[in-house]
């Protein structure tokens, strides 16, 4: 069974996960951790659980998402991973960072993993996620799912009773809803999802009450 930890981060309130089963492997996704009480968190949650991080991945590219990249490479020897389609996204964090957040990083981006493709799978311990991409919030926005949990961790392209914004680089309202047909019609009704921001929700909640999802 999924242990699943949730860390709400950064001024922008994005949620980190750390995903772990009974193998004691685990993996992060979307690690926003901006401020050092934040990274601190993060590592003291994987060291006294006695994590062995497996992965870092990112729904997208976007800065908020990956504010604490460069803290769990140094620590535990992570590379991080992104869909392909937004490499260009990670490239330009620090600016990202200036524009957004008016901030100038005083750290250097750690060195990519291997980027992620459509239908590719993420295996840890006793458990695999699958990548679906979702292309509409960015062009390489990605959906992890678990198919024997029945679990969703929907990043930016779906929130409870909403979705991202496509008015960013390489957004596309187009996009995003054809993204949305494509949960609708892979996803169990029964899928919880995890979003990058609020709260959980699930599959059918979503088809009868988000407004993006129910008339598609």
């Known amino acids: 069974m999924l242990k699943i930890e949730t860390f709400v981060f950064n001024p922008f309130q994005e949620n980190c996960y750390i995903v772990s089963d009974n193998s004691g492997e685990a993996i992060i996704i979307d690690c926003g951790a ?6 601190n968190e993060i590592i003291e949650y994987i060291n006294n659980n006695k994590l062995e991080v497996k992965g870092l991945y990112a729904t997208h590219g976007h800065i908020d998402h990956n504010f604490g990249i460069n803290t769990i490479y140094e620590h535990f020897n992570c590379k991080p991973q992104v869909h392909i389609n937004d490499q260009n996204l990670i490239e330009k964090l620090p600016q990202q960072a200036l524009v957004f957040c008016n901030i100038k990083l005083d750290y250097e981006i ?5 980027y992620l493709n459509d239908e590719e799978t993420i295996k840890f311990g006793e458990h695999q996620l ?15 799912y678990c198919e024997e949990e029945k679990i969703a961790f929907t990043g930016d392209t ?12 390489g957004g596309s309202y ?7 047909r494509k949960i609708k019609a892979t996803l ?6 995890l979003p990058g921001h609020g709260s959980s929700s699930t599959i059918k909640e979503e088809i009868l009450m988000n407004p993006y999802l129910n008339g598609i």
């Open 34 to 39: 901006f401020f050092k009480e934040e990274r």
């Open 110 to 114: 750690p060195p990519m993993g291997t």
């Open 130 to 144: 699958r990548i679906i991409h979702t292309p509409g919030h960015s062009l390489g926005s990605v959906i992890f």
């Open 158 to 169: 779906l929130f409870r009773m909403s979705i991202g914004r496509t008015d960013l680089e």
């Open 174 to 180: 187009e996009m995003i809803v054809n993204s949305l």
């Open 188 to 193: 169990p009704e029964g899928t919880t999802i």
